[in-house]
């Protein structure tokens, strides 16, 4: 079974640049969620998805990150603009359901330093 | 509020069982989780036990759960240097969110 994929492994950018990333869940996993992993602390739930639809974006910062997940299917995260405190590793992850205590499993993040 | 507690470092000679503490403030959580992260990879959940349970046991690992005290530990039992890596605490809170401690990293001694 593959695991959760999610490109680009590494980004560099400037302040007030926009920057997006990708992620491809395990599939059949009907739910998806986006964390935030800064250096030294654990990840923080940025948006869960169940299917297309947003279950929980209460901790997005709506002004500048935004994400979709159209067909139920793949992601996108968008930062825009970037500002320095947004550097951190992005950790996509999935589970077959969004109840919980529903195993979550983890793709390898994308590190984003912006300069 | 909420939050989880670990401490950062944790150095143990292979061979050796590695002890990781943690606690959390949440008394509503009903599971309690431990995932490991290897350096570039993103968290693998090694074990998880529900709150109405005191122990669980799987190969090498032991999870013990001190519910009065909102303690949780997991021991790694014959520690091996692929065993290096950090563990993170993580709880289901009251609004079924999940929420990660800051992570113990576990450093092999040969």
């Known amino acids: 079974e593959a695991g959760v994929a999610q490109s680009p492994r590494y980004k560099i950018i400037e302040k007030r640049q926009s920057v997006a990333f990708w992620c491809n869940p395990i599939s059949g996993h009907a739910t998806l969620y986006w964390y935030q992993q800064i250096l030294g602390q654990g990840p923080k739930l940025l948006i869960q998805?169940?299917?297309?639809?947003?279950?929980?974006d209460s901790q997005l910062p709506k002004d500048r990150f935004s994400a979709e997940r159209l067909k139920g299917v793949d992601s996108t995260l968008k930062i825009q603009p970037a500002k320095l405190e947004d550097s951190a590793v992005y950790l996509c992850?999935?589970?077959?359901?969004?109840?919980?205590?529903?195993?979550?499993?983890f793709g390898p993040g994308t590190r984003l330093t912006v300069t | 509020g909420e939050d989880v507690e670990q401490s950062l470092f944790l150095s143990v000679r292979e061979g050796d069982s590695s002890v990781i503490n943690c606690t959390y403030t949440d008394s509503s959580s009903t599971y309690l989780y431990w995932y490991k992260q290897e350096p570039g990879a993103g968290l693998q959940l090694l074990t998880y036990i529900f709150s109405n349970m005191d122990m669980k046991q799987d190969q090498r690992l032991t999870v013990l759960l001190n519910k009065k005290d909102k303690h949780l530990s997991l021991r790694i039992a014959d520690t091996q240097t692929g065993d290096s890596a950090i563990y993170f605490c993580?709880?289901?809170?009251?609004?079924?969110?999940?929420?990660f401690g800051k992570g113990t990293r576990l450093h092999i001694l040969p």
């Open positions: 998805f169940q299917n297309n639809g947003v279950v929980d």
């Open positions: 993580a709880e289901i809170n009251r609004d079924d969110k999940i929420i």
């Open positions: 992850a999935s589970s077959t359901t969004g109840l919980a205590g529903g195993p979550q499993y």
